[in-house]
């Protein structure tokens, strides 16, 4: 589920005010008023906390958790972007990664229940049951009631980026049962650079 503008449904908190410069192309898309043209210096007021802006992100936050904690849920411990909500065997898990929220629960009609609940607070898209996140897809099987996950896409970035994406496959990298200690002849005696570590 996508949240549409979601940081413009937030009020800044507290009495803040954020100003900024005006965007590079303003003046060619609209006039400044008359009284201002001859300023040196115009800025923009902003009504409304914006993406980037660390108010933004603050703030559109505290309205989520505002509006889930109205609806009953409670703020996880281990992780404050994680909500949850359990009444015996019904159950609904609201996880918020920016725009995107990551509902798991005891049936689709407890998922359908919250994201008419959130709709109602702000415009939200219905993006179906899930198959991608963070980097992760996801292959859920009813029927057997398996959960698949895999990081194929990650996989092939990683491969991408050393120039392996043509490699012969194997079953077994390396022979097995090899020895790995410092004076094993497999081990190379050339020690690697804290560089060189980090990116094997």
């Keep these: 589920m996508d949240a549409k503008n979601v940081y413009l449904n937030a009020q800044l908190q507290g009495g803040v005010e954020i100003y900024m410069k005006l965007p590079p192309l303003y003046k060619s898309y609209q006039n400044l008023p008359l009284e201002l043209e001859k300023e040196c210096k115009v800025v923009c007021k902003l009504l409304a906390p914006m993406y980037g802006t660390k108010q933004g992100a603050h703030d559109w936050y505290a309205n989520v958790k505002q509006i889930l904690l109205t609806l009953g849920y409670l703020v ?29 629960a005891d049936s689709t009609k407890s998922s359908d229940l919250i994201k008419n609940q959130l709709n109602k607070h702000f ?78």
């Design 76 to 104: 996880s411990i281990t992780d404050e972007a994680m909500f949850y909500k359990s009444d015996g065997k019904k159950y609904t898990i609201v996880a918020a990664t920016t725009d995107d929220f990551t509902i798991i």
């Design 123 to 200: 415009k939200i898209v219905n993006l179906g049951d899930i198959n991608w996140l963070l980097g992760i897809n996801i292959k859920c099987d009813l029927k057997n009631k398996t959960i698949s996950l895999g990081q194929q896409a990650y996989i092939e970035q990683i491969l991408a980026h050393f120039g392996l994406e043509n490699a012969c496959t194997t079953v077994t990298p390396m022979e097995p049962r090899i020895d790995l200690s410092l004076d094993s002849p497999a081990v190379s005696p050339n020690a690697l650079t804290p560089a060189e570590k980090t990116k094997y």
